[in-house]
C-alpha cells in the first residue's frame, strides 16, 4: 500500500513560485511513476506532470511547460513539482498521484492518489 502526503501549497500571487511536496512511503518506488495532477471544482482532474522514480525521465501537459519543472528525490522517497510564473488559471487542488509502470495522463490509471493541496493564485 503507497501513502502519499501532499504539502506546499497556498495563496500567491500572479507571477509568483511555489514549490509542491509529495512524500511516498509504503513501498519501494525504483518502478513506479509519480504524477501530479490538478482540479478546479466541478471539473476534470488533469494531468500536469509526470516523473519515472528510476530514470527520472519526465512528461509534462503544454500548460505546465517551461513554467513548472517536476523532480524527485529517492533517498527522501518525495517528489516535487516547482511551480513558477503562476498565473490565475494555475488555481486548483493539486494531488500526487503513483502508478507502475509508465507515465500516462489518465488519472483513472494511478493507483494510490494522496489528499490533495489547494493553490490559489491571485491576479
Known amino acids: 500500500q503507497v501513502q502519499l502526503v501532499e504539502s506546499g501549497g497556498g495563496l500567491v500571487q500572479a507571477g509568483g513560485s511555489l514549490r509542491l511536496s509529495c512524500a511516498a512511503s509504503?513501498?519501494?518506488?525504483?518502478?513506479?511513476?509519480m504524477g501530479w495532477f490538478r482540479q478546479v471544482s466541478g471539473k476534470e482532474r488533469e494531468f500536469v506532470a509526470g516523473i519515472t522514480w528510476s530514470g527520472g525521465f519526465t512528461y509534462y501537459a503544454q500548460s505546465a511547460k517551461g513554467r513548472f519543472i517536476i523532480s524527485r528525490d529517492s533517498a527522501q522517497n518525495t517528489a516535487y513539482l516547482q511551480m513558477n510564473s503562476l498565473k490565475p488559471e494555475d488555481t486548483a487542488v493539486y494531488y500526487c498521484?503513483?502508478?507502475?509502470?509508465?507515465?500516462?495522463?489518465?488519472?483513472?490509471?494511478?493507483?494510490?492518489w494522496g489528499q490533495g493541496t489547494q493553490v490559489t493564485v491571485s491576479s
Open positions: 498521484a503513483a502508478k507502475k509502470g509508465s507515465i500516462v495522463n489518465s488519472p483513472g490509471q494511478y493507483e494510490s
Open positions: 509504503g513501498r519501494t518506488f525504483s518502478s513506479y511513476v
